[in-house]
């Protein structure tokens, strides 16, 4: 069988959280595989875009 290298799952920090991960690392352990965890969230239109890693917020908005 070949081997799965790495393993993407979404997670949203929803109740059903902690059970995708303990699925996904039951399942990574299995092929001995790299698990990466990924969580998308909406950008405010505060935030100005100077670089993505010196993103700037509003004075009102909080990162969440």
Same mark, same amino acid.
């Given at each position: 069988m070949e081997s799965i290298k790495n393993i993407i799952v979404? =997670? %949203?920090?929803?109740? %059903?959280?902690?059970? =995708?991960?303990?699925?996904?690392n039951?399942?990574?352990?299995?092929? %001995?595989?790299? =698990?990466?965890l990924v969580n998308f969230f909406e950008i405010s239109h505060d935030v100005k875009h100077k670089h993505p890693?010196?993103?700037?917020?509003?004075?009102?908005?909080e990162l969440r």
């Open positions: 979404p =997670i %949203d920090f929803s109740e %059903d959280t902690e059970a =995708i991960l303990k699925a996904a039951n399942f990574g352990q299995m092929f %001995d595989s790299k =698990i990466h890693k010196k993103a700037v917020l509003g004075h009102e908005e």
